[in-house]
C-alpha cells in the first residue's frame, strides 16, 4: 500500500485520529511527512511519532 491508497483508505475509515507505523524494513524508502500532508489534507487528525 502506498501513501495515496494509505490516505484514501483513511478517508474510508473515518478515524479521529491518523498515527502512520510502518512494518516494512527501515531502508525502505517513504516519504512520511507527504503522507501526513495527504491526509491532513482530507480534514483527517494525523501526527508522527518521532
Same mark, same amino acid.
Not at 7 to 20: I, M, S
Not at 24 to 32: I, K, L, S, V
Not at 34 to 43: E, H, K, L, Q, S
Given at each position: 500500500?502506498?501513501?495515496?491508497? /494509505?490516505?484514501?483508505? /483513511? !478517508?474510508?475509515? %473515518?478515524? *479521529?485520529? @491518523?498515527?502512520? $507505523? +510502518?512494518?516494512?524494513? !527501515? *531502508?525502505? +524508502?517513504? *516519504?512520511?511527512? /507527504?503522507? $501526513? =500532508?495527504? @491526509? /491532513? !489534507?482530507?480534514?483527517?487528525? =494525523?501526527?508522527? %511519532? +518521532?
Amino acid at each position: 500500500m502506498d501513501r495515496h491508497e /494509505a490516505a484514501a483508505l /483513511a !478517508t474510508r475509515l %473515518d478515524p *479521529d485520529l @491518523v498515527l502512520p $507505523v +510502518r512494518y516494512e524494513p !527501515t *531502508d525502505a +524508502r517513504t *516519504d512520511d511527512e /507527504a503522507f $501526513v =500532508v495527504d @491526509v /491532513a !489534507t482530507r480534514g483527517i487528525p =494525523v501526527v508522527l %511519532d +518521532r
